[in-house]
């Protein structure tokens, strides 16, 4: 399980997205704000928005709010707003990818390596990183749409590389170039996705010991609490134990 997934498999259960749901939802709409910025405002010729929209409807962001995003962008409203990302290292070394849409790009980078920092991480240079993951198209489905076996089915009609089924989510993967093909297939067969992204992927896990595993769980928090942080990807592997500790 990649290690951003874990963190979120946490905090899901310990009823934090309950507790911020303010908080996403701005960070939802920002996204959808900015993709129909840079593409084009219908979902149908926009394959960006049309995962940002997806993603906003998975939690529950009411439709007139993200038709709000929508017309901000069309309306030429809202911050000038760029994408900035930031790569480092974290407590037990592993790597980490940031991704932040932000007004200032000064106050963020400070915000940012001053949590690195305070949690025994670094900051690296651009693509210090990324060369141990790959940039992916990632379609999830409900476990309760099919069986392992079909779903692998699906994914080989479909163009999909492979098809990850967890405990919650089928999830389809693609390359880039493949993406929105590969989820218009899918779309077909099994209906509206329960999410649509682009993400980057570990190509392979860092084992964490529990005591640099709990200190690095404190920076993903500080980090995913940040307004102008959209996504935290990592190659760590959390212990089974930790786990259960921190989802008690």
């Given amino acids: 399980m990649a290690g951003h997934s874990q963190f979120k498999n946490i905090m899901h259960r ?7 749901r303010s908080k996403l939802f701005s960070k939802l709409a920002r996204e959808v704000m900015i993709s129909a910025k ?11 928005l049309r995962a940002a929209i997806l993603a906003a409807k998975a939690q529950s962001m009411p439709k007139d709010n993200i038709q709000r995003a929508i017309d901000k ?3 030429g409203g809202g911050e000038n707003i760029e994408e900035v990302r930031y790569e480092g290292y974290g407590p037990g070394g592993v790597a980490l990818i940031v991704e932040a849409q932000t007004d200032n790009r000064n106050r963020t980078g400070s915000d940012i390596r001053a949590a690195f920092s305070k949690y025994g991480g670094a900051l690296g240079e651009p693509n210090s990183v990324t060369f141990m993951f790959n940039r992916v198209g990632v379609i999830g489905y409900p476990k ?6 079909a779903m692998l089915d699906f994914a080989i ?25 590969v989820r218009d297939a899918l779309e077909a067969k099994l ?33 995913d609490e940040h307004d102008d942080v959209q996504n935290v990807y990592g190659n760590y592997e959390l212990s089974d134990s930790l786990m259960a500790k921190l989802a008690a």
């Fill in 14 to 20: 310990k009823g934090r997205v309950d507790a911020v």
């Fill in 38 to 48: 840079l593409g084009m405002p219908d979902p149908d010729h926009n394959p960006r």
């Fill in 73 to 75: 962008a069309v309306g």
């Fill in 144 to 149: 309760n749409k099919g069986t392992d076996d």
């Fill in 157 to 181: 009609e479909a163009g999909a590389d492979e098809v990850v089924s967890a405990d919650e989510l089928h999830e389809f993967i693609t390359s880039i170039e493949s993406f929105g093909e």
């Fill in 191 to 223: 209906g509206t996705p329960h999410s649509s992204k682009i993400e980057w992927r570990p190509q392979s896990m860092t084992p964490v010991s529990d005591d640099a595993g709990e200190t690095l769980v404190r920076l993903l928090d500080t980090l």
